[in-house]
């Protein structure tokens, strides 16, 4: 190897076993053995391609960079000859050519005149993985599907004849500045939409003027999308603490120097949920692949989403949440209470936020919609208002969703699933949506009567249609049943 | 030009620029190149036609007079030549001929039997255009469609057993006699369902007994419209106040000289809704006729309604109203009043009239249901009813759904969308409409065991399965925050 | 004539006139010129054939003997020659052989095993017109829907371990024994289902030990349905009351004699409901059979509904109750009682039962289900089941929708539709369909743990689903407000 | 005979009458003529076969032992011939070659993730009749579909950082240990599904630690089930009493002999539900194969449903329970407990559980779901709840549901046609299905923030809404009315 010589696809094939594992990535081949085990989404998707050509998967959900970044030097071990041999297995399950093609496919981006719009563009053009792992939500959607329907069911009650001619949308965001009351809700893996990920979120929040939170599984490294946006341009970060807690404060230090202001720790997904939509594309890919040979699909599915989540601490606490802001100096936010009580408990443990919000349904189906838990704090513990901030995600993708939460008492409102579908159309779509959602919400505070976002308030809104649904704390109306055991 | 010469379309194509804009309409040319920035839908619609022929867009949504009406007579310039070339740019775009095959296609109207026959016909026979306009409504359609499902909960509680051979449904609509109660909501541009528009509309109230309210978007100018009619016969006015107060001024002492008996201010849609329909077809007819180049459809679409909502006042406030009424030397009543606070607002300033409405669903998508205003009126403040006439519209649509909302208390209700279906006949349509839905009333009523209009009373109704979704004024029965800033 | 020589369809032809009307029928030609203004169902139905051979128009809807009985000796004009000439313009209305072609695809009696799927067959095998006048209900069909779906929402409570090896459904109506608690409810022109019409009916109820209550709008005169029946089986004749008070005083009287049990006054249909499937059919038969004519359908339609219910008496009034005992001296129920406010004028007005009705959602489309007003009763005027009789129709097809009833406290139950259905398999079919119901019955009560109808109570049934829809007398939780009108 | 000669078909179809039946099983002939009044599933399903050979008929249904085990050997009258015969009418009633065929369609097992899953390859690939025997429920499928919808309206309300790294979800079913909180309930005749019916559930149960419940009418015998499975293992047995009492002694003491656990006594239903998809499956067999012959399908039906429950007593006191308890020594259930009247019964009675069942929506159409019974505890009897244990089924077929059922007080839930679905892959299904839904559960239960079954109780879940739907006792809320019959 020392002398540069080239190796040919059929030199590497035998290296295709967990002991003995190289894989060629764009023209470059590389041990990858002792990584396995520390493969944040696990050693099988690696093996798939072990002894073979991973380009076209790698490229799908990471960054070109991040391999370097990532092995040791001595891990290299030489360059691909080139070939114009039949195509690889790898290159048969990724379907070359097929992106480009989707792509070209693409409506002008003008035709798009909201959020569901770019819903529908992206299900029609983005890879059936990428789409499922988008697009899926936990079992039988029904949380999912009543995020969104429960908002709808929240009514408003317009004010007429007052001056709308200004109006402003201007919202501080955990003491960030932001031209609008909402900001991208973190999602992984966004080169599955388009080669610049997240950095062309981050370019498209940068002019803008939103805030990016960015995930813990993004597919470029947090440095790279920093450095994509502009100066001053602010960013939080969501956190999976990961079992390996050193892993996490290093992360914690790179984040706080390189400026982030505020860290969504996650939890309301110690497990991940069960996508079915997911991993019925990760079944069916091994059925194809692997014919004739037993599948060892365990129980627990292969999806995307089970794969990312191995190396997540199902153990965090609430007495961890003081180790993660000493370790960042940042403000801590916890993203996916679900409930009264545990506001109250982020109180207590001295969180900046809360982010009402059940994973977009993804974690545990039949979890209550997340305008539910919003409610509950309202008929629990109104006095938190003033305790900390309250942001919420789930099933938002109007103007005028977002402007029923403000209204009853949300600081600001995080949008994912359309961002990532935005992503479509890489920066360029990114801005569009945006500027269609505050357009929305513009025209839906005039056409309520108010100027200021900050004038939005619970005498907009009728929520009569969702009332009798709101948890009452801390005594159901009948139920007194108590299980023996302790709780 | 003085010597008459007639110009071919060849010779004015290069004045094709908002410097320099002449349109040939009708075989005559004209210099509109100073008119653009006051032309009500916007520079933009008449740009598309700049230096070439505008007859056909022009005809579809403005009378015959109109032009001259308008523009000064040195604008303009002169005749067209005839001519045998191939069809121009308008003429592909507005596909000729395509109207009249529609026409041929209306069945008998002896076979249409109720208002949503007549939805059914002009959904297969209008332009697109046309129907989208008329038949969009904001976003997802929420409040258009629960405005017409929350009517159909309200259910009635027939009384028996009384005589009922003789039935009268006559009533006084601020102070005009009325065969019926109900009236003609204004809509705008009704040339786009039949080339006699609103003098139709006009023609066949007179016939019927009914009162028209006249939208300030009509095709035909108010003069021409009134004049359609027969002596005696009683007027709306339906008003945009314009950002040029004078011209607002202009048109209601016009409309006061012609005998109107009341304006009818619109208080619903400082900012026009966001009506995707609408806005759809305006941006598939960019992107087809101007292929390749850059699109420049801003965020805020353009749609018809958001073109002719351009010279809307945005700031029109409550202290307004006064000036309306002594400009004008009528009674003013408020169209688009959605919560009670509003209505005793309304009192306070002297409205002689409320109109709940939310614009048939065409502002701000989720606002509440027309018929939940009306009910929250009983909870919060039924002295009302004796204070000013209330009148209604969204979603009425058969006789049965007009008894309800008199027996709560309505005056009047406003059926808008029907009558502008019922253009696609003429006025034989609207006469033929107005017939089926005062047939239907006096059926219901003669069921439900009232001999007159006057009769309906709230106990002919069970309005339980609507009941749990009227808002509580002053207090929500569990929130209690408010948010700091001033409201 | 007096010669009896036959006359050829050419030779009546002229006769097509209000004022000299011949028709042949049977092949036999009538004078009915005098008959035209006391037609039942209007004289616009005949003069459709005026001049012509109405055999199987006729036929469709009337007895073979009732021209017979009803037209003076004199009308008879002679025979008509037998014609081998081209079908007449009534043959091609009615599409002669359709009826027997259709018979002929009924599937086997037996693999029909519920009421609805003898619906289901009607809805493949009947005419168009006959399934349009059966199935038919008004307008939008929300009541006619919401009868169904509000007795599905009513749930049982089944007790366990009690002896259900015998089973009693025998009860007592209105004085008549039967081996149900349900009954025929009247329907109209039973012969559009099955040449032997009524009279199939009353030979399955014998048959069965059921109670028919038989329409004034019979096909069949009454007398010759009577004597189809068995000795001693019991019937009711619904009554609508004619304009001309001595024909119904005449009608009462033969009912008397006839042994007739009662009498049910139909009080929900001063006039008749809008039902459009109806009136479509009318509409379309108009436009082919007079084509190139002018239509002259009115605004109120000319559906079978809207035509028989020309003599109806709409100032029929409470005191006329009395009226109607005395003629007939016989018991009166009222058939259409909607609100509790109406069942207790009818203990008032000397009424020996109620019969909650909204004429299948046949005439006031809105009205509220049935079920809600046996509710209302509960919670307005408890007192009342100990009063009179209360019976229910409206969308039971199950024995378990009749038990619900029964155990609200309904003495019986009438079923209509269902029974027209199974009319296409005629006296078979009837006794087929009780059969079911009966087995359905029986069924349900054991699986609720009792053994006599008569021990059904409200205890077996769980009405939380429908509770919150029963209006409240007499007064609205929050509507004050009072019309000014004498009500 | 004593010979051996051996016998063709065409010796044996003369004895085709109820009075001299012989049938051919398996190449053996046998005289049933006594058996016919015993069979459990009536005779008519056997004279089906008088005279020929009903190998595959049996095959479907019973083990291959039954039959030597039933009847008395001087019943078997000697081999049969081998044939090359045309086929017989009962090979062609069951379409020879179709189950194998279909088995070989079935999905590879790990593409199978969810519950639902299996169901849908159960609907593919099952004979008609299987399918419909076990998916059909009581007439419209009211109770079946709301089963499950209402439990899917009970949300979660999940809590948040708690440690859920290790998680069990074992419990104490009726004195049993088990690895899950939920067991297989008892379903009819598993050979429709798999040859190995029941023994493979056992199988499959012993390998998963679960426990089965196994019906009166398993295919197999009980000790042939028992012994299919491991030392150790625990069995519940169901039990419908027969008529004829010694022989449910013999099978109680049977069942005490072979160490089965406890008796669950069916209460809920004394005469079988009406399943029509069952029975038009039957119906369809009589019209084909008997065509021309009069069907004699009585008005109860022919399903299997009907036919297997002809022996049940349909007496059944609450008396009996002790003689039950008495003759097995056995801990009994009640199996059908529908109202919290009947759960108080149950404790009084000396019952040691209550399983909340409604046959799943098998028997009584419009039943309350059993999450409203479960409920109905809460509300009216919470203290039963520390009296014997409470199981519930219907609708479950998530690890979700499961858990929402625990946390409101259920000790296990039933699971059944899921099972009876996973049987199309025999063992190996059940045990797939079970770590399914044990994966489900446990994720679930993380996601709750719980880590031990027992820590489950109802401020887990917010029931809101269906707590309106929860019966009220003793008093209804408005209802007062009782009838004058004893009840």
């Known amino acids: 190897m020392e002398d540069g010589q080239p190796f040919s696809l059929e030199d590497i094939k035998s ?81 070359p050519g097929e992106e480009s093609s989707r792509q070209s496919e693409l409506p002008h981006l003008h035709t798009l005149i909201s959020a569901p719009d770019f819903q529908d563009v992206a299900s029609r053009t983005l890879t059936p993985k990428a789409w ?41 965001i955990l003491g960030c500045s932001s031209s609008v009351p909402f900001f991208i809700s973190p999602a992984a893996m966004a080169r599955l939409a388009h080669p610049d990920g997240e950095c062309a979120l981050a370019r498209g929040c940068g002019n803008e003027g939103i805030v990016q939170c960015i995930s ?51 939890v309301d997904a110690p497990v991940p949920g069960k996508r079915e939509a997911d991993e019925r594309v990760a079944a069916e890919n091994v059925a194809s692949a692997i014919s004739g040979a037993v599948a060892s699909n365990d129980k627990k599915g292969g999806g995307m989403g089970r794969l990312m989540a191995q190396y997540v601490d199902k153990s965090l606490i609430w007495e961890d949440i003081e180790w993660i802001k000493t370790v960042s100096g940042l403000p801590v936010v916890l993203k996916g209470v679900q409930s009264a009580a545990d506001a109250i408990m982020a109180v207590k443990y001295g969180a900046a936020g809360v ?57 600001a409102v995080g949008v994912g699933r359309p961002y990532l579908y935005s992503l479509t159309y890489g920066q360029e779509g990114v801005e569009h949506l945006t500027q269609i959602l505050k357009d929305e919400l513009e025209t839906s505070m005039r056409l309520c009567g108010i100027t200021d976002i900050d004038e939005a308030h619970p005498g907009l809104v009728n929520t009569q249609g969702v009332d009798h649904l709101v948890a009452r704390e801390p005594e159901h109306p009948y139920i007194r049943w108590k299980p023996k055991a302790k709780i």
């Open 132 to 172: 499922a792992f988008y697009s899926s939500a936990a079992t039988d959607l029904v949380t999912h599907t009543a995020n969104k329907s429960l908002i709808r069911r929240v009514m408003f009650r317009p004010r007429i004849l007052r001056d709308v001619k200004t109006v402003s949308t201007k919202r501080k």
């Open 15 to 95: 290296h295709n076993r967990p002991e003995d594992c190289w894989i060629a990535i764009s023209d470059k081949i590389w041990n990858v053995t002792d990584f396995l085990d520390i493969h944040p989404g696990g050693p099988q998707v690696i093996l798939k391609y072990a002894g073979s050509d991973a380009t076209s998967a790698y490229n799908q959900v990471h960054a070109p960079g991040m391999l370097e970044e990532t092995l040791a030097a001595d891990k290299f071990i030489g360059d691909l000859l080139p070939s114009n041999d039949v195509p690889s297995l790898s290159a048969i399950l990724e379907a």
């Open 216 to 266: 813990s599984n993004a597919s470029y490294p947090l440095p790279a999308i920093v450095k994509a946006g502009m100066k001053g341009q602010s960013y939080f970060l969501q956190l999976y603490v990961n079992s390996d807690r050193a892993k996490t404060a290093e992360l914690l230090q790179k984040a706080a120097m390189l400026g982030v202001k505020g860290i969504f720790v996650t």
């Open 355 to 411: 982010m009402l919000s059940n994973h977009g349904g993804r974690s545990l189906d039949g979890a209550q919609p997340t305008i539910l838990v919003l409610l509950e704090l309202h008929r629990t513990c109104p006095e938190i208002f003033d305790q900390l901030e309250i942001y919420i995600d789930g099933g938002f993708e109007r103007g005028s969703d977002i402007l029923k939460a403000i209204a009853l008492g949300a600081t």
